[in-house]
């Protein structure tokens, strides 16, 4: 796979000072004749003109203690090499660094300049031309949506949300999105390193991922249960029907959870949010209008049909099981992540009124609403050879005992990692989901669509004990 660092070149520049002049958008750099022990070498990953929204810089000075940045109109303040910067504005932009030493005194200041073009007027590889306009959303239904298509990128016990840098810490995870997530991935790595298995490529970075789903693995002539190395009952991974750019299954939708689309915000870049509750355990059935479960024969929907199951129901060949998450969609305004991964979110919520499904005081910034919506074939591989059903199935984070009388799925949940390039997050906002279009196949009803889904690893590591790992 290629980092996205093997597109953007280097800049190199040091010297005392360099200024930027924003009306003519040049630099001119003026330096001592005898260099300073805190003189400031900058390292540049933007282009002078790119259509990149993030910007990371790497900075050093022989005697340097620590370091101060301002990007544009900001003041200096502490910061560190690398320095990474999420959202850069369209435009003229610099970044300012100075070094100090340990009794306080600063060298001079190091700038550099660059313009970011919208990268719908520079053009881009992952933006497809298409003459294919998306049409008004059914009545009744959604009040504006956008959807992709993803393929398997990995499995791996590692979850970069609630285990930061541990290692095999989680149960047995499926991830989507950017190739190159793991334990250590965060918002600059997941920017700036991989590639996607989900439409858009490098401008849909973003990592989707959610806990396996298992079947129990049968003896196809006996129907007797076969058992692991280790004389435990088998278990195999349920493989969701993702990838075909051919016959397009959208699994991650984007869509209002508020009534007032105007008053919806994009989604900001590096926010992380997980919907569901992994811990769930009989009793303690989550919410249907959070994570669901259905088989695709119901024909379920929210407005004439709405058929769900908080656990795993009994699909039969040649049906398909579906499973529908969905995530907060009211932010606090900000925090990208919370202590417990979720305070700094909320659901909307509707008190009657004239206000509607609104967000509350607490978390007042509507945004872009994520959801997953999964299918899973109920094949003849994946099911008993009498029984032919989704009978037995669980999830890899359920923590209780699926049996005959108790059915597996309760701990239905998924985490999200943004690293949509903001500039096409703003354009599913504005041209899908404020103008009430209904967006297949990563349509951007601006002439323009998504590229193609592509394969990661496909990495499968071995199952232990049930999918809980470690």
Request: charged fraction near 20%; glycine fraction near 8%.
């Amino acid at each position: 796979m290629k980092s996205i660092k093997q597109y953007l070149p280097l800049l190199l520049i040091s010297g005392a000072l360099t200024a930027c002049d924003s009306s003519s958008d040049t630099e001119t750099t003026s330096t001592d004749e005898s260099s300073s022990s805190l003189d400031v070498l900058l390292e540049v990953t933007p282009d002078e003109t790119t259509s990149l929204r993030y910007a990371q810089f790497e900075f050093s000075a022989p005697d340097a203690s620590g370091y101060e940045c301002a990007i544009n109109e900001e003041n200096f303040s502490d910061c560190e090499s690398p320095f990474f910067k999420e959202e850069i504005a369209l435009g003229s932009n610099w970044l300012s660094v100075r070094a100090y030493d340990e009794a306080g005194d600063f060298g001079e200041v190091t700038s550099f300049s660059w313009y970011v073009n919208d990268v719908f007027f520079e053009g881009h590889e992952d933006l497809v031309a298409t003459n294919i306009s998306p049409s008004p959303v059914e009545p009744n239904s959604w009040r504006g949506i956008f959807r992709i298509n993803c393929d398997f990128a990995h499995s791996s016990y590692d979850d970069p949300i609630v285990f930061p840098g541990q290692n095999d810490a989680a149960h047995l995870h499926r991830f989507y999105g950017n190739t190159e997530v793991d334990e250590n991935t965060t918002m600059a790595s997941l920017y700036t390193e991989g590639e996607s298995t989900c439409q858009g490529n490098l401008l849909n970075l973003t990592s989707y991922w959610v806990p396996a789903l298992l079947a129990p693995v049968y003896d196809q002539i006996t129907g007797e249960r076969e058992l692991d190395n280790n004389g435990d009952p088998a278990w195999q991974v349920v493989p969701a029907v993702v990838g075909n750019d051919d016959e397009a299954h959208e699994v991650f939708y984007y869509s209002a959870g508020v009534d007032d689309l105007d008053s919806v915000q994009p989604l900001p870049p590096g926010l992380r949010m997980i919907a569901g509750v992994a811990s769930t355990r009989p009793g303690e059935e989550q919410d249907s209008t959070v994570a669901r479960w259905h088989c695709q024969t119901w024909e379920s929907n929210d407005a004439t049909n709405p058929q769900f199951s908080a656990t795993i129901p009994e699909c039969h060949e040649p049906d398909r099981l579906r499973m529908d998450l969905f995530y907060p969609s009211c932010w606090d305004g900000e925090n990208l992540d919370s202590e417990d991964h979720r305070s700094h979110m909320a659901y909307p919520i509707n008190e009657g009124g004239i206000e509607g499904t609104h967000c509350p005081d607490s978390h007042p910034v509507p945004v872009v609403r994520v959801s997953y919506h999964y299918a899973f074939g109920v094949l003849p591989e994946y099911t008993h050879p009498v029984e032919r059903s989704s009978k037995g199935w669980r999830l890899a984070a359920d923590m209780y005992d699926v049996t005959d009388e108790q059915a597996g799925g309760l701990s239905l949940h998924g985490d999200w990692f943004n690293a949509w390039h903001p500039s096409v997050m703003e354009a599913i906002l504005s041209n899908c989901i404020k103008a009430g279009l209904d967006c297949h196949d990563g349509n951007l009803a601006n002439g323009y669509r998504l590229s193609g889904t592509r394969e990661g690893t496909q990495e499968e590591p071995p199952i232990i004990n049930s999918g809980m790992g470690y």
